[in-house]
């Protein structure tokens, strides 16, 4: 494996999204090195496609930790027959009117507009029929909810069930690759996770020593990060720069319900 000499230090960024806090070390170059180092092969179209989706479902992902709880539920919204949209573009109008219908019902109760998160699939050619997933908040009534949507006959509600790595497993599902068509929307109110960048939190010794031998990482992030716990772990090398990137997955100890006690109101 070669290793690239240019000079380089690494920085620390850190993602928290609700009880999830994620550690990112990357290197970084000066200009002035940078421009030393030449790519012989810029990336393909493919290779830039794959990272903008992966950087999508990353942000997808932590925008739902960041927002939703177990005090939250999750919809899978279906149709009718004779409620069938014939286009993607007809279908999301269908849920941004049951969206309409909840924030009333919400507004009656005293309750700003809802937070939520859907997906919608649809591919009338491979016979995929047209579906949505829903992440909404749960300040109401689940059964409430089910009725105002009446374009379909199974609607299927359930509450969130966050485990250690909090609603990952879930979001990582919707945004699972598609068979067919594929896009996902949310309300403009939600909040984005929190981004700290430091560049002198673990010295290029530290890095090397965590590439040399695994087994450190956790405890250099345990002794970095006291009020976390340790969950995984991942090493990347990068064969364009010929460096290492370490990713670290980690939890909040004892962290109380981010979004606050919410009480469900029954209309």
Known sequence: ??????????????????NQFEV???????KKEINKYRIKKKPSKAYKKNLNEKNARKYFIRLINNNFDENDYVMHLTYSNENLPDSIEEAEKNVSNFIRKINYRRKKLGLENSKYVYVTEFDKDKKIRVHHHMIVEGTIDRLLLKKLWTLGTRTKIEELEPDEYGLTGLANYLAKDPKGKKRWKSSKNLKKPLERKAFTR??????????????????????????????DYEIRYNKVNRLFYIYVRMKIKDKMNFSGQK????D
């Open 1 to 18: 494996m070669k290793f690239n000499k240019i000079d380089h230090h690494y920085v620390s960024k850190t993602i928290q999204s609700g």
């Open 24 to 30: 990112e070390l990357y290197p970084v170059f000066s």
């Open 202 to 231: 673990f010295s290029k010794r530290k890095i090397s020593r965590m590439i040399e031998d695994p087994t450190l990482i956790s405890k250099f992030m345990l002794e970095s990060f006291k009020s976390k716990d340790f969950l």
């Open 263 to 266: 009480r469900r109101l029954n």
